[in-house]
């Protein structure tokens, strides 16, 4: 059975800084695509980031870029998402995914992110 595990989150004000880690378990890890996306109240999930397994390329939002980086350690299973210079706007829910080809096959249950003054 697949588990992904999402810690990390938290309130931080604006200007601020926080890393996510997302767990994996019941799955061959190093063969999946890894991703983050994020979800605000009344919002549609929103795609953050994602790491491909095959050429360890990773892809960012338009809204994340230069600011997000996403990470992976295939020896614990674990997939980060680092944030800096974070907004109000980044506040949301953030999930972590996974799959072989795009990492929506498989979801965490997400961690809150809240970003105020």
């Known amino acids: 059975q697949v588990e992904l595990v999402e810690s990390g989150g938290g309130s931080v004000q604006p200007g601020g800084s926080l890393r996510l880690s997302c767990a994996a378990s019941?799955?061959?890890?190093?063969?999946?695509?890894v991703g983050w996306f994020r979800q605000a109240p009344g919002k549609d999930r929103e795609f953050v980031a994602l790491?491909?397994?095959?050429?360890?390329?990773?892809y960012y939002g338009d809204s994340v870029k230069d600011r997000f980086t996403i990470s992976r350690d295939n020896s614990k299973n674990t997939v980060y998402l680092q944030m800096n210079g974070l907004e109000p706007g980044d506040t949301a829910v953030y999930y972590c995914g996974a799959g072989r080809s795009t990492p929506r096959e498989y979801w965490g249950q997400g961690t809150q992110v809240t970003i105020s003054t």
């Open positions: 019941g799955l061959n890890f190093r063969f999946y695509t």
């Open positions: 790491n491909s397994w095959r050429n360890n390329a990773s």
